[in-house]
């Protein structure tokens, strides 16, 4: 049989706005960068993915900028010609000629299998062997630092059944004005929501300990990231010290991390991310390694919008334990889209899309629109 060649890759830069500013423990985000990759083959499928970060190099060692760059000038020269429908051997082809650049390889990934799928006329779920489930638990960020203003939006989400988990995003402030405001929404709350929090790397041991004990207290349900990363030590003496399980996300990124952090017993809860993973294949094998070694899974993200987002959902949607739910709310932070049909979030839950491939299709009219170079003509398809 004759392979299916790889022929164009464009990787596109798209501007979002978001419905509102987001805070982070390192940065404050006013609008969201994706990077749209397409991928087209020479039997005339096209595959699609996403590469995106949250605050440009704020949060890692990777930018919107630079996974354009280096997929333009490294990556994609890797692929042309290859064959496209063997998934697996493309990736190894750029694990062998480029180190790193996670992200940048989630995106091409997402796009060899989206159009692998599509060849086949199955779900890119399928592709991965079948999804378990078809509506992912899907929480909300509190981001706003008012205190006031995170409860009434929570209320609000709550009664339309649209989240019954918040996320809220401290280590900007001092850890007393922190407790504070979780404590005060967690009050307010009840147990009608899971509160969590996401430190973001922000806090170091002792102080740690001394905030941790009070949200437990307070009934915190989760504690994301406290340390910063290479602090596996640190995070295995407080998953240790307290009751409320501790989540690693970003000292977990590849089955090696996974295999360390359980022997080290240094977490209760594994956040997983295609992008940080290097693709939903990729992020599987980091799933079973942690789901191994005794750790609750949870579905992460980079704030991705549709396409990535939607990415993952397969990917988790496969998933036998998936405990503690997804927090793939990207789409819902931005204002605007790229696709025709923008995913539904319905009881609770971010249902997975239907049709071949990913199930999504791009606005052609929107892509334009939003594109960084606009007036730029895109790659010949």
Same mark, same amino acid.
């Given at each position: ?34 990077? &749209? ?6 039997? #005339? ?9 949250? #605050? ?19 990556? $994609? ?15 190894? !082809? *750029? ?11 989630? $995106? ?11 060849? =086949? ?5 399928? *592709? ?8 992912? @638990? ?6 706003? /630092?008012?205190?006031?203003?995170? &409860? ?12 019954? +988990? ?18 005060? &929404? ?25 905030? &941790? ?20 030590? /640190? ?36 956040? *997983? ?5 290097? #693709?939903?294949?990729?992020?599987? !094998? ?28 397969? $990917?988790?949607?496969? *998933? ?14 931005? +204002? ?18 239907? #049709?071949? /491939?990913?199930? =999504? ?16 003509? @895109?790659?010949?398809?």
């Amino acid at each position: 049989m004759t392979p299916v060649r790889i022929t164009a890759i464009e990787a596109i830069l798209v501007d979002l706005p978001t419905i509102r500013a987001h805070q982070l423990a390192m940065t404050v985000m006013h609008r969201q960068t994706l990077v &749209i990759v397409r991928l087209l083959a020479d039997d #005339g499928i096209e595959g699609i993915g996403e590469a995106t970060t949250i #605050g440009g190099l704020a949060y890692g060692d990777e930018s919107p900028e630079g996974m354009k760059l280096a997929i333009d000038t490294y990556l $994609a020269p890797l692929l042309i010609g290859q064959d496209a429908s063997n998934v697996h051997a493309a990736m190894q !082809r *750029l694990e062998a000629g480029a180190r790193g650049n996670r992200c940048a390889k989630s $995106a091409l990934e997402t796009a060899l299998l989206d159009a692998q799928a599509r060849r =086949l006329d199955v779900s890119l779920a399928t *592709l991965l062997g079948g999804a378990v489930r078809t509506r992912l @638990p899907t929480l909300w960020t509190l981001a706003s /630092g008012d205190t006031e203003r995170d &409860i009434a939006e929570a209320e609000q989400l709550l009664a339309e059944r649209r989240h019954d +988990t918040f996320k809220l995003k401290i280590g900007r402030r001092a850890i007393a004005d922190d407790v504070r405001h979780v404590t005060r &929404i967690k009050t307010a709350l009840g147990d009608r929501a899971r509160v969590t929090v996401d430190v973001n790397q922000a806090w170091n041991e002792a102080d740690a300990a001394r905030a &941790i004990a009070n949200l437990e207290a307070a009934g915190v349900d989760l504690i994301e990231q406290p340390l910063p990363r290479d602090d596996r030590a /640190g995070l295995a003496r407080l998953a240790a010290r307290f009751v409320v399980p501790i989540m690693a996300d970003e000292a977990l990124c590849t089955p090696q991390d996974a295999f360390d952090l359980g022997c080290r017993g240094a977490a209760d809860v594994a956040a *997983l991310k295609i992008a940080k993973s290097g #693709g939903p294949y990729a992020v599987l !094998r980091t799933a079973f390694v942690a789901d191994a070694a005794g750790m609750a899974l949870y579905g992460g993200t980079l704030l991705e919008g549709s396409v990535g987002s939607i990415a993952a959902a397969h $990917a988790f949607s496969t *998933l036998p334990r998936l405990a503690w739910g997804t927090e793939l709310f990207g789409p819902l932070l931005l +204002t605007e889209d790229i696709v025709t049909e923008r995913p539904v979030y319905r009881e609770f839950c971010l249902e997975l899309p239907q #049709g071949p /491939g990913l199930g =999504l299709t791009l606005d052609e009219d929107k892509l334009a629109h939003y594109r960084r170079d606009k007036g730029t003509a @895109p790659a010949a398809r």
